[in-house]
Nanobody, 123 residues
Framework: QVQLAESGGGLVQAGDSLRLSCAGA????????VAWFRQLPGKEREFVAA??????NPYYRDSVKGRFTISKDNANLYLQMNSLKPEDTAVYYC??????????????????WGQGTQVTVSS
């Protein structure tokens, strides 16, 4: 398994930007997918964005397209979040796994997780 650790969360105002980092995710290799999920208390973890090594393509949930950008280097995975909205408030997790494309958006498809970082967007 891959050891992951998120950082970069915080309290910001609507319209501001944050950049989340996930240490360790950049060391994954061909066949892996690295992803960001988020979760509110009492709700299911939901897919935010993913990067698949197989085709080097990024994927996003519709509500963050055009505002969030997923990227990686040899060490870390990043999530650049611009034009933040109060509904983006959640705990954000990075994950690594080997899901097939049709299962990429399901948290059950990933077996390595970080501890999460809180993002709070005030209106």
């Amino acid at each position: 398994q891959v050891q992951l650790a998120e950082s970069g969360g915080g309290l910001v105002q609507a319209g501001d930007s944050l950049r989340l980092s996930c240490a360790g995710a950049g060391r994954t290799t061909t066949g892996y997918t690295v992803a960001w999920f988020r979760q509110l208390p009492g709700k299911e973890r939901e897919f935010v964005a993913a990067f698949r090594w197989a085709n080097s393509n990024p994927y996003y949930r519709d509500s963050v397209k055009g505002r969030f950008t997923i990227s990686k280097d040899n060490a870390n995975l990043y999530l650049q979040m611009n034009s933040l909205k109060p509904e983006d408030t959640a705990v954000y997790y990075c994950a690594a796994g080997r899901p097939i494309l049709s299962s990429m958006r399901s948290p059950d498809s990933y077996y390595s997780w970080g501890q999460g970082t809180q993002v709070t967007v005030s209106s």
